[in-house]
Nanobody
Framework: HVQLVESGGGPVQDGGSLRLSCAYSGLTVRGNCMAWFRQIPGRDREAVAR???????IVEDFVKGRFTISRNHTKKSLYGQMDSLKAEDTAMYLC???????????????????WGQGTQVTVS
């Protein structure tokens, strides 16, 4: 049974920072590709950043330079450091995992099998 639980969201001022965490369990492949997505009401769920088991990461252009993704296999956790936040970053942020290791061409929500419930980030 795979479980992903996000934390770290909340209200933040424009220009501020937040660190998102995702604690996971039940993933049997150490190198599962994992990702942060965000969901803005009325819009499709979009990938923010993804990382494979070796630590290779891909960050989408709209947050490049402001979002850092990392993971700790020992702690079974995925992290997302968000800096220089803007109002348009307001969204529900979700942790996701694929059943396989590669991340390179997988940026669509349908490519990910496991999902957390999300943590709300509100920038004002």
């Amino acid at each position: 049974h795979v479980q992903l639980v996000e934390s770290g969201g909340g209200p933040v001022q424009d220009g501020g920072s937040l660190r998102l965490s995702c604690a996971y369990s039940g993933l049997t492949v150490r190198g599962n590709c994992m990702a942060w997505f965000r969901q803005i009401p009325g819009r499709d769920r979009e990938a923010v950043a993804r990382i494979d088991g070796s630590g290779r990461s891909i960050v989408e252009d709209f947050v490049k330079g402001r979002f850092t993704i990392s993971r700790n296999h020992t702690k079974k956790s995925l992290y997302g450091q968000m800096d220089s936040l803007k109002a348009e970053d307001t969204a529900m942020y979700l942790c996701a995992a694929r059943s396989e290791g590669t991340c390179l061409n997988y940026f669509r929500a349908r490519d990910y099998l496991y999902w957390g419930q999300g943590t709300q980030v509100t920038v004002s």
